[in-house]
Each structure stands twice: as structure tokens, then as C-alpha cells.
Nanobody, 119 residues
Framework: QVQLVESGGGLVQAGGSLRLSCTAS????????MGWFRQAPGKEREWVAR????????TYADSVKGRFTISKDSAKGTVYLQMNTLQAEDTAVYSC????????????WGQGTQVTVSS
């Protein structure tokens, strides 16, 4: 089992920045990659960014490319999402997920953290 705990959400004005954190614990050897997702009210969950657990190779959704940066601190087992130039459309519940090696899907999820951008 893998446990994921997120932090860092909040309320910010448009144009501002926030950094989200997701700390993994438990059987982290199962993890192939970590991803950030978001879900706005009335919308489906949207993939935001992903990074390899061993290695790097960050990838981003077009909607956040150039504004968001995913990174990790392997020693801490923590993945970050630095969000800059936030817009009202970025308002959502953000969740991190662990993509497992065995199944190739996001099998573990954090509890989610609310990000609200006021315009």
C-alpha cells in the first residue's frame, strides 16, 4: 500500500502563485510515476502534470504548460507542483496520484486539496 498526503492549497488572487506538496509513504517501491490532477465543480477530472518517480521527465497538460512546474525531492518522498500566474480557471480540487509499475494506472490517491483563484 502507498499513502499520499497533500498540502499547500488555499485562496490566491489571479496572477499569484501556490505550491502544492504530495508526500508518499509506505510501499513506494511500487511507484512508477506521480501525477497531479484537478477537478473543478461540474467538470471531469483533468490530468495536470506527471513526473517519473525514479528519474525526471516531467510532462504537462497544455493548459498549464509554462505556468506550472512539477518536481520532486526523492529523499523526502515528496512531489511538488509549483503553480504560477494562476487564473480563475485553475480553481479546482487538486489531487496527486501514484502510477504503479505493476498495473500501469493510478492506483493510489491523496485526499485532495482545494485551490481557489479569485479574479
Amino acid at each position: 500500500q502507498v499513502q499520499l498526503v497533500e498540502s499547500g492549497g488555499g485562496l490566491v488572487q489571479a496572477g499569484g502563485s501556490l505550491r502544492l506538496s504530495c508526500t508518499a509513504s509506505g510501499l513506494t517501491v511500487l511507484i512508477d510515476a506521480m501525477g497531479w490532477f484537478r477537478q473543478a465543480p461540474g467538470k471531469e477530472r483533468e490530468w495536470v502534470a506527471r513526473i517519473q518517480w525514479n528519474g525526471d521527465n516531467p510532462t504537462y497538460a497544455d493548459s498549464v504548460k509554462g505556468r506550472f512546474t512539477i518536481s520532486k525531492d526523492s529523499a523526502k518522498g515528496t512531489v511538488y507542483l509549483q503553480m504560477n500566474t494562476l487564473q480563475a480557471e485553475d480553481t479546482a480540487v487538486y489531487s496527486c496520484g501514484a502510477l504503479t509499475k505493476m498495473r500501469g494506472r493510478y492506483d493510489y490517491w491523496g485526499q485532495g486539496t482545494q485551490v481557489t483563484v479569485s479574479s
